[in-house]
């Protein structure tokens, strides 16, 4: 039976509009989420009981959004992202006026017991630096209290870090931070003694990281203690505003040189040094390269607004593709099945590229969402997954992890070595979700283990097909349905004739035309081999999508 009471606190937080549960949780200006996340709170807490757990986690974070928007995000007990049935029951649970109903249909449906049940899960909580956090994990934690459950919160941690620990906390292990970066570390160190082909630190190399002022630079400090990795210098680290021209989506979007707040950091970087550009979200769970050119007389900060090169998170895919296949080959396989997921956003030429690599490497592409990458990506041995923003990791079946200690165990010294490199990309790779923090040693480690000074040489595997993205305001975006993960359009006719009559005529040309799950538009992107023709039938692209989604009302 429903305590009378709780039913009542919850009653008197009613959200002022209607909210989706999407990818990203629930993401508004922060002055809107108070109820929000207290019914979250609630929600997080029946999670928790409605399956045999240690715990569930509930994170405040809006990502890479303006610092006056927020969010909030529920964490399954295996360190994944909400399951989509719960996605429904999380929005009915914050939208409704009277809640009863849907909480009763819990304690039935889902074997809720609410303040009955014997075993206590907890709700982990943590949240990113945002002034509106920490104020808002109060409620969510008044909430869970309120359903007889304990929380332990975590204070201000990144949205992997959470993930993290949830995971390995119904694993029976301890979640803690210094667990979190142990595991990097001992990954790194295996490496740098058996993958690196120079294994003195060349002093010459620079990696930059700008943390977009986000909960990330502390997160990185953390990670340079205990891996020791030398020559890192991290910028943004708070001084500035949060994700405003810089971060992650930032650079990824806008394809320019960021704003550094603290450039003094850096302007005493020799000039013949070989610079690492990176750029975290503001909860540091993207990452993305860069590679910035500058003339010797130039300052750092003078290349501010100037365009960079990225390397997208395709990237990344390519990096690890290659370098698990190199070590792969030395086991001959061992039959493991090794997919690359990504989105109809990754670079035709990386599709390409991966394609080429042949066996074991096979390609996948499914819906925007890191969510159906993280799932596809769990059906193979090994699983690497990213997002062209820079979302993604490297995800070990158990069964392959079984293997590769097993050839670790009986085996001579080479197909040892490459098992114990192989352990130790798992052990680097957040296995819960993508993470910058972790992908950023990651990265550095894949480069140095192809010998790989230079972000040239990872930038000249193959070159990008000239492409061009949008977003567009519109007044209704649901009207754009799609298929095929949102390859095709199918309605409007309209926006689908076009499409259709360009792709005839253009045939190296592909679109992209799809709402946003996360963002009031209608996002367009287009690719082929010509910029300039891709400037023109993007063009006409653009006038049909806002003739028939609308223009919004100034
Ligand atoms: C083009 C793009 O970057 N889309 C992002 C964005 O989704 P949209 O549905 O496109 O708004 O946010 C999602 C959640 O963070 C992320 O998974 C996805 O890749």
């Not at 509009?17 to 029946?46: D, K």
């Not at 030395?330 to 990386?350: D, R």
Request: proline share 3%; glycine share 6%; hydrophobic share 40%.
């Amino acid at each position: 039976m429903l305590d009378d009471n709780v039913v009542f606190e919850i009653q008197k937080w009613k959200p002022s509009q209607q909210f989706s549960y999407g990818t990203a949780g629930f993401r508004a200006h922060a002055n809107l989420l108070p109820p929000v996340v207290f019914r979250c709170g609630i929600l997080a807490a029946a999670r928790a009981l409605s399956i045999p757990c240690v715990c569930v986690g509930l994170m405040i974070t809006a990502s890479h959004n303006p610092s006056e928007d927020n969010g909030v995000k529920i964490i399954e007990p295996d360190g994944s992202m909400l399951s989509e049935k719960w996605e429904t029951i999380a929005s009915k649970l914050v939208n409704l006026d009277n809640p009863r109903q849907i909480l009763e249909e819990l304690c039935v449906e889902e074997d809720v017991a609410l303040k009955n049940k014997s075993v206590r899960p907890t709700v982990y909580v943590g949240y990113d630096s945002r002034e509106s956090s920490e104020p808002l994990s109060r409620l969510a934690q008044q909430a869970v209290k309120l359903m007889g459950l304990k929380y332990k919160c975590f204070g201000k941690v990144t949205t992997p870090q959470l993930h993290y620990f949830v995971k390995v906390a119904n694993e029976g292990v301890q979640a803690n931070k210094e667990n979190y970066f142990q595991r990097i570390a001992m990954g790194w160190d295996t490496l740098s003694q058996y993958a690196f082909t120079n294994t003195l630190e060349n002093e010459n190399i620079f990696r930059i990281v700008d943390c977009a002022n986000g909960v990330g630079s502390e997160a990185m400090q953390g990670l340079i203690e205990y891996t020791k990795i030398k020559n890192v210098l991290c910028v943004n680290t708070g001084d500035g505003e949060l994700n405003k021209h810089c971060g992650a989506d930032f650079i990824q979007k806008n394809v320019i040189f960021p704003i550094i707040s603290d450039s003094s950091k850096i302007e005493s970087i020799p000039s013949n040094a070989l610079v690492h550009f990176c750029s975290l979200d503001g909860d540091a769970d993207r990452l993305i390269y860069f590679i910035a050119e500058k003339s010797e007389s130039d300052s750092w900060c003078s290349l501010t607004g100037q365009r960079v090169r990225v390397l997208e998170g395709d990237r990344l895919s390519v990096l690890a593709a290659l370098v698990i296949k190199k070590f792969l080959d030395v086991l001959h396989g061992g039959n493991l099945s090794v997919g690359v997921i990504q989105t109809a956003y990754a670079n035709g030429a990386s599709t390409a590229f991966l394609k080429d690599l042949g066996e074991p490497i096979q390609v996948e592409c499914v819906s925007t969402g890191v969510k159906h990458l993280e799932r596809a990506a769990r059906r193979y041995d090994i699983g690497i997954f990213w997002e062209a923003n820079g979302h993604g990791t490297i995800l070990f079946s158990e069964s392959a992890k079984s293997f590769l200690r097993e050839i670790i165990e009986s085996t001579a010294k080479h197909t040892k070595k490459a098992a114990l490199c192989l352990l130790a990309l798992s052990s680097i790779a957040n296995q819960a979700t993508g993470d910058a923090i972790s992908n950023f040693i990651l990265a550095e480690a894949l480069l140095k283990v192809m010998g790989w000074q230079d972000l040239t040489s990872w930038e000249s595997l193959y070159q990008d097909l000239p492409n061009i993205y949008k977003a567009l305001h519109v007044q209704n975006k649901e009207i754009i349905q799609t298929v095929d993960q949102e390859r095709t359009v199918i309605a409007p006719e309209s926006v689908s004739r076009v499409i259709k009559d360009l792709s005839e005529s253009q045939p190296s040309y592909r679109f992209l035309i799809r709402p946003s799950g996360t963002e009031n538009v209608v996002r367009i992107y287009g690719e082929g081999p010509s910029l300039q023709t891709l400037i023109h039938l993007m063009q006409q692209i653009e006038n049909v999508v806002l003739q028939a989604c609308g223009t919004p009302k100034a």
